[in-house]
């Protein structure tokens, strides 16, 4: 995930120009960061004991509410980031990501529990 968002982040770059590399950096960072720690923590709670995945993921789905809003309140408020380039941003790599994780989920689920030790 870290990989192809940095790499399709430089590409965006490229194609939009230096001038919304920033909001382009900062759209993505968010996503990014929470679609891995969730994914990390996900694994390790399915390896542990698949039966406390659901409540994790519930409780991770409320903080995640707080985190992106306070993000994207943050970024446009304090950092005062342009709208158009960092909604762009934000949203395409929002979708991407936890379309990823959804898809890791499935692949997970449809192990049974396979690559669980």
Do not use: C, N
């Not at 382009?24 to 990014?32: E, N, V």
């Not at 509410?65 to 790599?93: E, H, N």
């Not at 990501?97 to 997970?108: I, V």
Request: charge should be positive.
């Amino acid at each position: 995930m870290a990989v192809a968002s940095v790499a399709s982040g430089l590409l965006a770059t490229a194609i939009a120009g230096r001038r919304h590399a920033i909001e382009i950096l900062a759209g993505m960072t968010a996503p990014l960061v929470a679609a891995v720690v969730s994914w990390i923590v996900t694994e390790r709670i399915w390896q542990r004991d698949p039966t406390r995945l659901t409540g994790a993921m519930m409780s991770a789905f409320v903080a995640k509410i707080v985190f992106f809003g306070g993000y994207v309140a943050l970024m446009l408020k304090v950092a005062d980031l342009r709208l158009a380039p960092f909604v762009a941003s934000f949203t395409s790599y929002f979708i991407a990501l936890y379309l990823t994780e959804a898809l890791l989920l499935r692949r997970l689920f449809a192990a049974g529990g396979a690559e669980r030790p």
